[in-house]
Every structure is written in C-alpha cells, then in structure tokens.
C-alpha cells in the first residue's frame, strides 16, 4: 500500500468561525473539499510525526465518510496512532477529555454542533490543540491561509479499519485505536460528583427527562444517568445519535425543544428536564414550567460550585462571554474572584483555563463547563444541577428564586435575525458603529448611555488581541444591549440581538421577560435599524 499525492486546487471561503468550518453538507461533499482543509491543517502544524490524534464526530450524516478520508490522511501525515471513537462518534468534551487524559498532540471533531444534519443539512469541522480546548485564532489563521495557496493533499490508498470494533489495528505505519467512546468521558464524571448523592436522589423517586435530541450525547447521557446513577429506563429521550437527528434542529433551548418544555409546563412534569446539541456541549436546564437562563445557571453553578466534590476547594475565577448577562459577575464579587469577559467561542477560554485563572466557563448559548475539560460541556452540567439538587433538596425554582433574591435577577434575552442578506447584515453593522462615539452620555428613552463601543480583547495571558467582537451599549444601572453577526451559520447572516436588565427587587424579579425587555427591544430596534436592513419585522428565534 502507498502513499498517494493528489493534485488539487484551492477552494475560497475555508476560514473556520466562531467555532469551526461550516459549511452545507453538499459543500463538504465536493471532491478534495474536505481534503483541502485537512491537508492545510496537517501543513500548518508542526512535529505530527509519530504522535497521537483523537478523532471523532457527533455521528451526523457525512460523519463516517469523513472519518475514514481522514484517518487515510493522517497516516500519509506519519501519525503514530489515532485514538478514534467507536463508529466514528465522540462527543465535543469527549475528545477534549480524550486528548487531555492521553496527552494527545491534538483532535479533529466532525460536527456543526448545534446546526441541522441531514444530506441538506450542514456538516462542520474543528480542530483542537493538545490542551484539549479549540484552536486559538492564531492556528485557525494559519490553517486558513494554507488553505489559499494548497496544491495537493496526501493520503495512504490502504483499507480503513473496521471502526466499529474496538482494538487496535494498523494503517500504513499508524495505529488505529477504536475505543469506547463513553469510558473516559464517564470516569472524569464521577471524579467531578459525588455519584451516590445523585444515586440517592434518584432512588427517592426525583424524576427527569433528559432530551439528548436524536444527537451524540444520548449514548453518554444513557450510559450515566440509566446506567451507572440508576434513573429508571426511559429517563432519556431521543437517545439515538440519527444523522440527520430526526429532522430536528438540535439544539437545546425554548424553541428547538419544544416537546421537552411542553412536558415540563405540563402537570405531571418531571422534577428536573434537561437538553443537550449535537455534538453535546450545550445544555438547557429547566424546572417544572420554569426554564433556567443560561448566564442564571452559569451564576447559580459558581454560587454553590463548593457542593461539588471536584470544587469544594472554590473557585480560582469565571469566565464568561461578553453577551452573556452579568449575573456571573456578581457571584464572583461575592467570592472575591475575579470574573473575566471574553470574545464569543469557546476557544478565547482555553488560556485562562490552562493558567489556572479561572475554573468555570459559560455562555449565554447555553454553553457552562469548567476547567475538567477545555470545551463546554452538557452533561456536565446536567450533573452538576443534579448535585447542587441532591445536596440542597430544592427545586428548581426555588434554588433559582433564592440566587435572584440573594444577587438580584439580570433579565436575559437574545433575539436571532437568521439567514438575512450578508450584505445588508455588514451594513447595519456598520452604521452601528458609526453611532458609537455620539452615543455615550445621551439619553435614550430616559435611559443614559454610559458606555458604547465595539467590544476589543486582550488575551491576558499571550496578549493576542481580537477586535470587532459586538457592538455593546451599556446604560447606567448596568442593562446591556449587544449586537453581533454570528459566526456559525452558513445561510447568509445572523443578527443576533442581546438584551439584558438588572432588577435587584425581589417583588420585580417575576415579570415575563419579554415584558421586562420590551423598552430595551424597542431601543435595540431603533438604534439598528434592524427592519430596515433585515426586511424583518420580529425576530426569527427568540430565547
Ligand atoms: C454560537 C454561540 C456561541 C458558541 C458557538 C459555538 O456562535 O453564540 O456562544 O460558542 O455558537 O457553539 P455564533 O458565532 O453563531 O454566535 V456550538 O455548541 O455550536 O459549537
Ligand atoms: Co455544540
């Protein structure tokens, strides 16, 4: 058998995003499409010889044909062994887990996370360092402009190894290593939770309905909430990772998981329901006809993170995007540590992590996780909920309504424009922030601004500079709104519209949300013009 170099040109439009390459599947289906990102990837690393890769995918379709291309890649790149999961499936904190506990070089995951699968669907890429965290921009700079000058790929031409048989075969001079994809990810669980105490509250009858979506975090979801913490079969739903993950759109909130707040408005609801994406890193958490707020849940998590066996020393700091509410922020004055505010993505994370500056992560996109992996992590916080419940005996809501009687509740909304013109997306952008230098000290609906800017970060610990990250105007009293294109989508753009009110009274903190938000919305609305540009006259997805 024998290497093979193809010829190959470039493709435009290969610059990974918020979180990755994204792009329609029939895109990715494009002979040396996949391959050319690949090769630029595998060009722009260094010292791959002989060394680990973990490789795995949240089984959407494309996800098998993929796995095989690239494990034909990385033996032609002289890997030593790839660690790949069963079937080709690996959860996003899976790998990242994966990397870390076997020092890995780094890891390929095959997803587009929260976005539909399917033939029409779209299919996504991402590459992770040997932190097990995202790329920095710096790598994803790198593999980007390789991808502009590419002029071949390299591949061994042998047979793939039956992937869905654990062990170990080889290909070319490279190991391929099948395992389960669960065990790692379950044993760093049970380091992070007190397992019995959840087991406990389970045999007490607590019940909960876990939607896994028809996406990869069913099987991890299973093997731990069923089998190992004792919840009664059943307690999972959509547990079979589909390719095309049943039609539905997976991803965990309000709107793409309907069926799942129906069943916990209705009056036999669950104690506890929760929801995970694709590729498992995002979570929804809701209570009976009470949905949880992913920056609340990000706060309430640090405010009781010392029940938590893996925290009960506290916290170094938190971490949290800049859209994110500031609910985070005012648990950490509490704590005395600090709380930095990052660029959307995971990836801007990584560093603070690694330099043990802060141990919880989250953002507003229903993303929480911590520094026992370099990704966001679903399940995770699933388990972590279930501790804080176990070990306070409280409900949902009660555990919620404390947090806002103690801190004060930040009303917390985002509204997606989806799929608009890209041009007039860029426009309304820019017309924002045209406005910015007038705006400071003006009065807007009897609302004063105190700060408007486009939101720059200095990484403090390599001092990389990311800038043009959300347009944010902050009023007096701290309510926020923010603006921002999103990075993930691949139809046209997404506006997404960040609304935030600080309400400290306790008798104030029940009003509906949209409610509380509505003279912020209408501001938002004004100031960017937003039918103007979008042609839309509401929202396509609100959370
Ligand atoms: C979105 C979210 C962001 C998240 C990213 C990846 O990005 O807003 O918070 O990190 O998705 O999440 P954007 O650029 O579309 O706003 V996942 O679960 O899709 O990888
Ligand atoms: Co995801």
Redesign the pocket.
Known sequence: MAIVTHATQPFPGQQP???GLRKKVTVFQQPNYLENFVQALFDSLDGTAGQTLVLGGDGRFHNRVAVQTILRMAAAQGFGRVLVGRGGILS?PAVSGVIRKHAAYGGIVLSA??NPGGPDGDFGIKYNVGNGGPAPEKVTEAVYARTRTITAWRASDAAVPDIDRLGRARLEQMDVEVIDPVADYAALMRECFDFDAIRRLFASGFRVRCDAMCAVGGPYAKAILEGELGAPAGTVVNGEPLEDFGGHHPDPNPVNAEDLIAKMAAPDAPDFGCAT?G?A??NMIVGRDFPVAPSDSLALLAAHARKLPRYAGGLAGIAR?MPTSQAADRVAQALGIPCHETP???KFFGNLLDAGRVTLCG???Y?TGSDHVRE?DGLWAVLAWLNILAATGSSVEALVRAHWAQYGRNYYSRHDYEAIDSARAQELMAALRAQLPALKGQSLDGRVVELADDFAYTDPVDGSVATKQGVRIIFAGGSRIVF?L????TEGA?L?VYLEKYEPEVARQSEPTQQALAPLIAIAGRLARIAEFSGRTAPSVVT
């Open positions: 995003g918020t979180s996003t996370s929260h994406d590729d890193d995002r995007s959307t993505g995971w953002e507003e996109s993303g966001k921002r999103s990075g993930t989508g997404t997404r």
